[in-house]
């Protein structure tokens, strides 16, 4: 009898191996249930996160209120007194699926600006949004609408275009919060 090469062996049991294993592969995936249209993005409610900050926040924190149908919230947060001040964030997936973020500090407003709008440039155009003006930024990633008042900067930011961020701006509603009666004192 011949003795049979290992090589060959070897091979053969590889074939053999793959023609069972791709089958029950594809049946796998044929038959066990998956939803493509299932949207990674998971919404965040924000309401308690958007109280604590009025409450803490040296300025008025805004929110959206009234917006349409399909837009969803999936970030939100509220840092004291960082490199950047005191920040607010707020994002937003638009009905369309683009990008909005609502951004505020106290700090330093150049570089603020420069961070959240991912380096968007000072244009030379305004837009005008109920009976405000904001300055717009525009850039290869994100595109901006800024308002700089005394002692804070908002930023209405992302990959919608500037109407969608008007949408935004317009939909605003900045408060403050008084801490209870007797919070804060020891």
């Known amino acids: 009898m011949a003795a049979r090469s290992g090589k060959a062996q070897t091979v053969r049991n590889m074939v053999l191996s793959l023609a069972v294993v791709i089958p029950v592969a594809f049946v796998s995936y044929a038959f066990l249930p998956h939803d493509e249209s299932n949207?990674?993005?998971?919404?965040?409610?924000?309401?308690?996160?958007?109280?604590?900050?009025?409450?803490?926040a040296p300025y008025a924190v805004?929110?959206?209120?009234?917006?349409a149908e399909g837009w969803r919230a999936t970030s939100v947060s509220y840092r004291a007194g960082g490199k950047d001040g005191s920040t607010w964030h707020l994002g937003f997936l638009d009905p369309q699926k683009e990008y909005v973020a609502v951004e505020q500090s106290d700090g330093p407003a150049a570089e603020f600006i420069d961070e959240v709008s991912r380096?968007?440039?000072?244009?030379?155009?305004?837009?005008?949004?109920?009976?405000t003006s904001w300055r717009r930024y525009a850039g290869e990633k994100y595109n901006a609408l800024v308002r700089e008042e005394r002692g804070v900067t908002t930023v209405v930011t992302g990959t919608a275009p500037f109407g969608r961020l008007a949408e935004m701006a317009a939909a605003l509603k900045a408060e403050?919060?008084?801490?209870?009666?007797?919070?804060?004192?020891?």
């Open 62 to 67: 805004a929110a959206p209120e009234g917006l």
């Open 119 to 131: 380096r968007a440039e000072r244009t030379d155009s305004t837009q005008k949004v109920g009976d």
């Open 176 to 186: 403050k919060k008084d801490l209870p009666e007797g919070a804060g004192k020891s």
């Open 39 to 56: 949207d990674p993005v998971k919404t965040v409610g924000y309401r308690v996160e958007l109280d604590t900050a009025r409450r803490a």
